[in-house]
T-cell receptor, first 113, second 107 residues
Framework: NAGVTQTPKFQVLKTGQSMTLQCAQD?????MYWYRQDPGMGLRLIYY???????DKGEVPNGYNVSRLNKREFSLRLESAAPSQTSVYFC????????????FGQGTRLTVV | GIQVEQSPPDLILQEGANSTLRCNFS?????LQWFHQNPWGQLINLFY???GTKQNGRLSATTVATERYSLLYISSSQTTDSGVYFC?????????FGAGTQVVVTP
């Protein structure tokens, strides 16, 4: 039982390049989330998907797009990377939006030069 | 959205000491969790505790939902307790994090 798996773990991009961060969960959870963590700060919500087929903006959605490919997978895309998007990205899943526990992936450390 | 405030922002402890971390939140919630982020950046689930008290070894947590706060107790601290402790809350959806408490335990 892997839980929440993120790929890649590390990535270096040049300004203007695009990439997709992948997240998959094997816990049959309905809700999935993407966060970013900048140095010395807490996690900030980028986008979330309360259930398969739905996505909503979080606190810092600008510069990102998401796709809830199926119940297991939720991807985050940077269309034109900027240095301000250098961060650690975490994916999380919950069984549903109610009283359930969130589980996080190991994170993707992204550097944009 | 819900505001989450954690205190203190930083804590330096000598090994063996006890400490209390606090999390205040601005609205009713149906989900509250405590996480430990270790020096390698991994987020480890400590407690899922929207109300009541739980204990796990040297750690325990109490949430008083009606008064909108939660406490995390660390007893007999060890160097492996170092890292950042986050409180996160949500009401039907978006999990909102506090800024964290940076804990350093010295030998």
């Amino acid at each position: 039982n892997a839980g929440v798996t993120q790929t890649p773990k590390f990535q270096v991009l040049k300004t203007g390049q695009s990439m997709t961060l992948q997240c998959a969960q094997d816990m049959n959870h309905n809700s999935m989330y993407w966060y970013r963590q900048d140095p010395g700060m807490g996690l900030r919500l980028i986008y979330y998907s309360a259930s398969e087929g739905t996505t909503d903006k979080g606190e810092v959605p600008n510069g990102y797009n998401v796709s809830r490919l199926n119940k297991r997978e939720f991807s985050l895309r940077l269309e034109s990377a900027a240095p301000s998007q250098t961060s650690v990205y975490f994916c999380a899943s919950l069984r549903d939006r109610g009283q359930t526990e969130a589980f996080f992936g190991q994170g993707t450390r992204l550097t944009v030069v | 959205g819900i505001q989450v405030e954690q205190s203190p922002p930083d804590l330096i402890l000598q090994e063996g000491a006890n400490s209390t971390l606090r999390c205040n939140f601005s609205d009713s919630v149906n989900n509250l969790q405590w996480f430990h982020q270790n020096p390698w950046g991994q987020l480890i689930n400590l407690f899922y505790i929207p109300s009541g008290t739980k204990q796990n070894g040297r750690l325990s947590a109490t949430t008083v939902a009606t008064e909108r706060y939660s406490l995390l107790y660390i007893s007999s601290s060890q160097t492996t307790d170092s890292g950042v402790y986050f409180c996160a809350v949500s009401c039907w959806g978006k999990l909102q994090f506090g800024a964290g408490t940076q804990v350093v335990v010295t030998p």
